[in-house]
């Protein structure tokens, strides 16, 4: 075997499904189909909250076609005990006794043909007697509108066992942090700015929208699923049944984008129930409306405070973050502690508090959207500190290079940064702004503006990869892992990580779709872990293999370092092209939990990501239309493993965090979203991007990482949204601190600065 | 959606018999792309519909009038129009923008105007350009303005077992014409609002105007009052203002989720002065 | 007239078939469920995302509100007919090379409007492109490199 490193790492390397993707050939489960299958809809509710006093499924299962009608009732005659939820077992997967938002799944039809059964799902009557209904987070905190008489806590996370059967609140869970003397340190401060900040409720919209596909064979359940968790779902829906975790399987082809919408239980469970209930094949495969009643993004809002020094040292930060969860709390629990812990901004403060809670109210549930709450944290700190900086008569650059938090300094929580280049990300995005040299900010009705953001974010921690690399008897490689592929390019990056292990051209590496049966345990493809925890597992399993292959060449009498082919030395071995070698690599980084009464720790993240914009705006002042001429995005990942990939992924999240920033917005009346359709709820198209986009990334490494890597799914959102308000004050001096800033929200604010406010209607 | 009849007529007036008046649930389907999408919503479950496609070839034809005017079959696709030589310019650009190439190659001329849906770009244009159609119905033939084409919000003074046949747009020699799209939400999205202006004259002088706001009114609308002060008027800025405000006045906006009315005053207020300084700065015709 | 199924004929990427169909399905519909062709999907349910497109007698159109009865005697063109023995076309070839896609799902839709467009115009600006594709939707916003594609296949093209 050859010594010589192949460096396929740091190569842009094609994604490996490339040819089945431009072919049409890849594999979703929107599109499967299984014989004898039998279509499911879902009849929902409309009204936001209330009793359920009867459900009325006589027409519909008396409709030509339809198999089978089901209601939350008849799932528990096959699981008794129907909640499900990773932080919390909240949610029924058929509403039971009360719905708790409008699009709350009640009843189920089946048939052969889903126009049947979505025409009988038409024709079921409910009968409610409606509750008070509570739709703000910060009304939530004290209404009289309770979603949930008690709180269910799942286990799975120790942190939260202290809040079974707490009563009467809508507060999910809350958690605090304690640094240093914040109340204190604003009473020696020069100077104290306090403002509040909102973000709006968004979907995430992958173009291929939720479905499952389940079946039962040989006494046990198979799940094709669109599920960006597959070792979750199995055991979760193991759990709900009462099984062993072998009798569920849970098997994952491509994603058609996924972006957190995917993860824990979506449309898993009902499936799953309803192949049991009607002993058919069943397809769960929603519409794009029906995405938006599944899963969403916390709105959220944040009062910041900050004590400044007169030479503009930022002594003293207090931070109250309230998320407005939905109906149900999903990962909405992770979302307050692990991105509520860096709420106070990548920024080296002494004094600092914060206080981040989880809000039950009667909306859909919301959950992790790419960024898992940082992109709602940024929007506000970002603001604040533009806003901070103009006061002061400051620059915003100088500003924040005077108070970044530097590596070896320790973060708010008490984790000190180690390869984390928040400075060199910031000294990259001025340099590149060109931030020094003078701006023409327009006359007339066009005005132009530019500002920058800087945001960082914790790794969801502690998890678990777990991987497994069989090395054929020709030395061709299959890996296998649970990371999902939804577009990131994670079977490619695996790949070249076990080719670079092993010493294996690219091209011989495969890389198995998580398939709970022959792939091992992943925690989940979420927050941007898996280039950091399966890369790890990966490796290790490939370094595993490796140094096997080297043993069994060492018995056969090869000396180190031959360059004999593997092949040959299997044929060597067993006499014949026969055998195989097996590496195993299971990846868990160190962790220590947030001591529940600071909220500190010295170890609560094993890396950090970070994520620049900077943004060049023109603002039709006549109209509020606003166009980014330029953005750049800058972020720190470590080393790019595969660097065009990592461009787009960066790119991607940027016009995604756009899109949220400039108009995405679920429209509400009366607790009905009533824009759950792409022709109005409007995402990014070709004409919605940066004229000019520029995507790089500061020279890094993250020594604890596979390769010196770690994660950037993310990273790209974080500036975007702060960064094109700042641009707006900048250019017109109008400060917009709620989400989107749609051209009417913008003229508005334009007139209202020139004491000529617009009429409301 | 269930399964409903399906006819295929060879002529339009065997289509119209097919067609009921007292019936809403029979409808004709041109390309369908609207009638599929109230379909699939549930809003509106057919029990027959009247497929058109087979119909005469002439209905399907863009050519040449007389005298430099253009003639268009219904049944002929948006982007029939945009492809023609024979449409004025005005109409070409204004489809380049018209949702996307798919729908313009299956949605039918005859079916954007007699849909009623005040966000449609046709409809303020061929306003502005004062078009005519010629429709089919069981009594015989007969020709409508489009100006005169709508009544209210998706309300036609078409009877449901009328077809528009013909679409007539008079010669534009002479004529400079621009229309202003004004979207909110994404750069590709149903206008919050329109407003088309057709102008006669030799440079900034102009003679003739035609002033139609669409989209943020329920209906395609001629502002007279805008008319009435650029006609025989040199264009300065003062004088679009006036224009923009005399439009405000004139203009009944309304709320939707586009924009407020209130903001839609003020983005009528500058964009007919854009539109007109558009229009005259293109080529008549 | 009847509200069953009816047999129509047409060409399928150059192929004559034979399709039983319901008068209210539409083209995805049948291209999954008659000839197991996943290329065309529905997403938005719309027509505004594109990745149910198809193009019928050489104009696309899109697939989730196109009757599939419409398709009687006329020529369908899905994504799976782009590559020719094996070999994929110059759109294909050029979205790889550029990065065109990521989770691949509206890909089969950007495809075909690329190739509609390289066929009435050879040399697009990236003007062009994003008037021709501005009905497709990319969540993964593969936008850049989506234009960098479309005008990537048209130097492959003339080639």
């Given at each position: 075997m050859a010594t010589q490193m192949t460096t396929v790492i740091g190569q842009s390397i094609p994604r490996l499904e490339s040819d089945d993707k431009v072919t049409g050939r890849a594999e979703y489960i929107h599109t499967l189909r299984l014989p004898g299958m039998l279509h499911a809809k879902v009849f929902r509710s409309d009204i936001p909250h209330g009793h359920i006093k009867s459900i009325d499924t006589a027409d519909a299962a008396a409709m030509p076609g339809v198999y089978g009608v089901y209601t939350g009732e008849d799932i528990k005659r096959v699981i008794p005990e129907p909640y499900y939820g990773p932080a919390f077992h909240d949610q029924p997967i058929l509403a039971l006794e009360k719905v708790r938002y409008v699009g709350e799944p009640i009843a189920v039809v089946l048939a052969e043909d889903p126009h049947v059964a979505e025409a009988a799902a038409q024709m079921i009557y409910a009968e409610y007697e409606e509750l008070p209904a509570v739709y703000d987070e910060i009304e939530a905190l004290d209404s009289e509108a309770i979603v949930h008489d008690e709180l269910k806590p799942a286990g799975t996370f120790p942190d939260l066992k202290h809040l079974a059967g707490r009563r009467d609140t809508n507060i999910a869970i809350d958690y605090h942090l304690t640094r240093g003397d914040a109340p204190g340190a604003f009473d020696g401060a020069a100077h104290?700015?306090?403002?509040?900040?909102?973000?709006?409720?968004?979907?995430?919209?992958?173009?291929?929208?939720?479905?499952?596909?389940?079946?039962?064979?040989?006494?046990?359940?198979?799940?094709?699923?669109?599920?960006q968790s597959p070792s979750f779902v199995r055991i979760e829906i193991a759990r709900l049944l009462g099984w062993p975790e072998n009798?569920?399987?849970?098997?994952?082809?491509?994603?058609?984008?996924?972006?957190?919408?995917?993860?824990?239980?979506?449309?898993?469970?009902?499936?799953?129930?309803?192949?049991?209930?009607?002993?058919?094949?069943?397809?769960?495969?929603?519409?794009?409306?029906?995405?938006?009643?599944?899963?969403?993004?916390?709105?959220?809002?944040?009062?910041?405070?900050?004590?400044v020094a007169a030479d503009g040292k930022v002594l003293a930060r207090e931070c109250e973050v309230w998320w407005n969860g939905g109906a149900y709390a999903d990962i909405g629990p992770r979302v307050t502690q692990k991105s509520g812990f860096t709420a106070a901004g990548p920024y080296d403060i002494d004094n600092v508090k914060v206080d981040s809670y989880a809000l039950y109210t009667n909306r859909p549930p919301a959950g992790a959207l790419r960024g898992f709450g940082i992109p709602q944290l940024v929007w506000a700190y970002e603001s604040h500190t533009d806003l901070i900086a103009k006061e002061l008569g400051l620059d915003p650059l100088a500003f924040r290079r005077q108070n970044i938090l530097k590596n070896g300094r320790p973060q708010a929580v008490g984790t000190e940064l180690v390869d984390t280049e928040i400075d060199g990300v910031l000294e990259e995005l001025g340099?590149?702004?060109?931030?020094?040299?003078?701006?023409?900010?327009?006359?007339?009705p066009i005005r132009r503006g530019r500002g920058i953001a800087v945001g960082f974010k914790a790794s969801i921690s502690p998890t678990t990869s777990?991987?497994?690399?069989?090395?054929?008897?020709?030395?061709?490689?299959?890996?296998?892992?649970?990371?999902?592929?939804?577009?990131?390019?994670?079977?490619?990056?695996?790949?070249q990580i076990a080719a670079e292990v092993l010493d294996v051209p690219i091209e011989t590496v495969i890389v198995v779709h998580p398939d709970t049966d022959v792939t091992p345990y992943d925690m989940s493809t979420l927050g941007s872990?898996?280039?950091?925890?399966?890369?790890?597992?990966?490796?290790?399993?490939?370094?595993?293999?490796?140094?096997?292959?080297?043993?069994?060449?060492?018995e056969l009498g090869l000396p180190e370092g031959s360059n004999v082919p593997v092949k040959e030395v299997f044929i060597r071995?067993?006499?014949?092209?026969?055998?195989?070698?097996?590496?195993?690599?299971?990846?868990?980084?160190?962790?220590?939990?947030?001591?529940?009464e600071t909220g500190l720790s010295p170890n609560a993240t094993p890396y950090w990501m970070i994520g620049a914009t900077g943004v060049e705006i023109s603002i039709d002042t006549e109209t509020g239309h606003v166009t980014i001429d330029r953005m750049i995005n800058v972020?720190?990942?470590?080393?790019?493993?595969?660097?065009?990939?990592?461009?787009t992924q960066l790119s991607g999240a940027a016009v995604m965090q756009l899109g949220f920033t400039m108009t995405e917005d679920m429209i509400y009346d009366g607790g009905q979203v009533t824009n759950a359709n792409l022709a109005d709820y409007k995402i990014p198209g070709f004409f919605d991007i940066p004229v000019t986009m520029e995507n790089a990334v500061v020279e890094a490494e993250q020594k604890s990482g596979p390769f010196g890597a770690k994660g950037v799914g993310e990273s790209g959102t974080f500036g975007v949204s702060p960064a094109i308000a700042n641009a707006v004050d900048n250019a017109v001096g109008v400060r917009i601190s709620d989400m989107p800033l749609t051209p009417e929200k913008v003229f508005r604010a334009i007139r209202g600065a020139a004491s000529q406010p617009l009429e409301e209607a | 959606m269930m399964p409903f009849e399906f006819a295929e007529p060879t002529t339009l007036t065997e289509a119209v018999e097919l067609l009921d008046a007292d019936d809403p649930t029979v409808r004709p389907l041109g390309g369908g792309t609207a009638l599929m999408l109230m379909m699939k919503s549930g809003l509106f479950t057919p029990s027959v519909l009247v497929s058109l496609q087979k119909v005469e070839d002439n209905y399907r034809e863009v050519c040449a009038g007389t005298g430099g005017s253009l003639s268009?079959?219904?049944?002929?696709?948006?982007?029939?129009?945009?492809?023609?030589?024979?449409?004025?310019?005005?109409?070409?650009?204004?489809?380049?923008?018209?949702?996307?190439?798919?729908?313009?190659?299956?949605?039918?001329i005859g079916g954007c105007l007699a849909h009623g849906d005040p966000h449609m770009d046709l409809p303020p244009v061929m306003t502005a350009l004062g078009a005519s159609v010629t429709t089919v119905g069981p009594g015989g033939t007969r020709t409508i303005n489009v100006e005169d084409l709508y009544e209210g919000y998706y309300e036609t003074v078409l009877a449901s077992n009328e077809l528009i046949a013909i679409l007539e747009v008079p010669a534009t020699a002479g004529v400079r014409a621009a229309y202003k799209k004004v979207t909110t939400r994404a750069a590709d999205d149903w206008p919050a609002l329109g407003v088309a202006v057709a102008l006669t004259g030799e440079g900034l002088n102009v003679a003739e105007a035609r002033v139609v706001v669409s989209a943020a009114t329920e209906k395609p609308t001629r502002m007279k009052a805008a008319e009435e002060l650029l006609m025989g008027a040199d264009v300065t800025d003062d004088l679009l203002k006036q224009a923009g405000d005399a439009a405000v006045d004139e203009a009944d906006l309304i709320t939707d989720p586009q924009g407020s009315a209130a903001y839609k005053r003020e983005l009528l207020r500058v964009t007919v002065g854009r539109a007109v300084r558009s229009a005259l700065e293109v080529e008549a015709g | 007239m009847s509200t069953g199924k009816r047999t129509i004929e047409f060409t399928l990427n150059g192929r004559s078939v034979f399709a039983d169909v319901a008068p209210h399905w539409n083209m995805v519909e049948m291209l999954q469920g008659v000839f197991g062709m996943t290329g065309a999907r529905e997403s938005c349910g719309q027509g505004l995302c594109g990745c149910c497109t198809v193009l019928v007698d050489g104009a696309a159109v899109t697939g989730c509100l196109q009757l599939a009865t419409l398709s009687d005697g006329k020529s369908v063109e899905t994504v799976e007919g782009l590559a020719t023995d094996g070999e994929l076309s110059p759109e294909q070839q050029a979205f790889i090379e550029t990065g065109g896609f990521q989770c691949g799902y509206c890909t089969p839709g950007m495809l075909l409007m690329a190739k509609k467009l390289l066929d009435e115009n050879p040399d697009p600006s990236d003007d062009d492109v994003r008037h021709y594709l501005s009905g497709n939707l990319c969540r993964c916003a593969a936008y850049p490199e989506i234009i960098a594609a479309v005008k990537r296949a048209g130097e492959l093209r003339q080639e």
């Open positions: 104290v700015f306090e403002h509040t900040f909102r973000t709006q409720q968004t979907m995430h919209t992958p173009m291929e929208p939720m479905a499952t596909v389940a079946e039962q064979r040989e006494g046990r359940l198979i799940l094709h699923s669109g599920t009798k569920v399987r849970v098997r994952v082809p491509f994603l058609g984008g996924g972006f957190g919408a995917k993860v824990y239980i979506k449309t898993e469970a009902l499936a799953a129930a309803l192949v049991l209930l009607s002993g058919h094949p069943v397809k769960y495969a929603q519409t794009m409306e029906e995405q938006f009643y599944t899963i969403s993004k916390h709105p959220c809002t944040f009062r910041i405070k900050s004590g340099r590149r702004m060109n931030w020094s040299a003078p701006f023409e900010k327009g006359e007339g777990v991987a497994i690399v069989n090395v054929n008897a020709d030395g061709s490689v299959v890996v296998h892992c649970s990371t999902t592929d939804m577009g990131q390019g994670s079977d490619t990056v695996m790949a872990r898996s280039t950091y925890h399966m890369g790890h597992a990966v490796r290790l399993a490939a370094t595993e293999a490796r140094d096997k292959l080297a043993e069994m060449a060492d071995k067993f006499g014949m092209q026969a055998g195989n070698v097996v590496g195993t690599g299971s990846f868990k980084p160190p962790y220590q939990p947030t001591n529940h972020a720190d990942l470590g080393t790019a493993l595969n660097p065009e990939i990592v461009a | 268009a079959g219904a049944l002929a696709p948006l982007r029939a129009l945009e492809l023609s030589d024979a449409a004025p310019a005005v109409v070409r650009r204004t489809m380049k923008t018209l949702s996307n190439v798919r729908v313009r190659n299956v949605a039918t | -």
